[in-house]
């Protein structure tokens, strides 16, 4: 199995300026390629914390870490210094990476957005890396993004701006998490009439025993706020190595279920 | 200061199926209370995964501990199991917190929408707590909340369902957490035309060096696809003990760097 972890680096974030769907865009793009995520960090920017949160996740064996946020110019973007500080590795300009900054403010410059197309020192900041790492073009911003592998991880990160992470993963990132990853997935979604959840668990359970690499998730809707009646929503999902082998038992087991709902529910 | 952890329990989060809009809603309502979040985690319906953040946190000496979604009736809901696990605490019918599942599901049945206030054994496992552990009531759904106290932390346990988060967050917790509060925040944001973020860095290192405490922000956004110019959004925000000092410590910082914005970045 592919499994990741994605970690967020903001305050703006934590201190609920800015709500994250970054993160929900990327899980979305990563299902059909196989990639599950086993969890999420959201920490301040805060080298120390980035780095501990990278560690944990080492830790845990994911294959992908994703960071997202902390890449630009400015004194609080730290991530790169976090993911330094986590392998124990020295910060040094990337020539590559520092082309694409070059590159990307002649063309701000250009366009007149920014006065000049000189590399200060923070724009320089975009182009430290830790050694070792790639960088990954970004032609909706500044920053680019950087990949880096250790311990037979693949470390990942990109701009928070949502539409330079966007550029990135579609662009630059996409082909190579595709050969990375391993094995198919598929899933079903199914609303089912019942009276309320708690009468739905022995349903699930023997549904269950139908097919056991089948997991089923039902996502319950307030019982006092739902104006729609009492629909379920029951969601459907496998992973395996053949496509059509995991179809058909997400199929066998929602048949199961819309049969056993109608018969015992309603 | 309160430092907060909020941890994030359910597979349709982890899958993209649902956006989590519970944990920015808290920490707007933290905020004023003087709550700092320092650290957020999201992990999937696993006893032992949501055991492992729960220790994590504690590790970080986190003055109070959120826990989201995960105390439905279902097989699938298991946050009270990790909570139990992490502290080493058997699971018990807690006679209080059965009676506000019993008094729910009395209501539900009156208004239609279960057809019996039964207490099955899937909705009695609402009411299996951790040793110790105290019941929010909960007058929005059929789970109540929990409150833990160890090792000088609140642990909380809230549902996933907002309407039901919102309502006990509301109801019985915001006083407790009024009373457990400590200090006082306070935060402006201004908007600054600057021609570019990286140009803004040394203005904001000189406004650091005028007031330590207070914390400055820039949020960022895409030079790109940004139609409104260079704006550029400054967050301005301090933690003390004297609400007027912390004040006058903001509004200093704010009036110096839209001074020093006009003069340098236009």
Redesign the interface.
Known sequence: MNTVGILVVG?????????D?NT?WM??KL?PLNY??????????DTT?IAK?LN?MMDDGLGLIITTGGL?????DMTLKGVAEAFSLPLAVNPEALAIVERQYRA?HRAG???SAEI?E??RKMAAFPEGAEPLDNK???APGVMLRREGALIVSLPG?P??LKWIFQNPLHPILTDASEGHYT?R?INLSA???????PL??EANKLEPDV?I?????????NEKG?VIRL?I?CHGDEMKEIQAKVNRVADFLVDLAENNLT
Chains 1, 2 share one sequence.
């Open positions: 305050n703006e974030i934590l201190d609920g300026v800015t709500l769907t929900q899980i979305n299902k599950i995520v086993a969890e999420t960090i959201t920490v301040r920017d914390e949160a944990r630009g110019p400015t004194y609080d701000f957005v920014v006065d200060t923070a724009r909706a911003g500044g701006v539409s330079e899933e979604i009276r309320d959840e708690s009468m739905l668990a699930i359970d997991y998730k039902s996502m319950v809707k307030s019982m006092v706020d009492h969601w999902s």
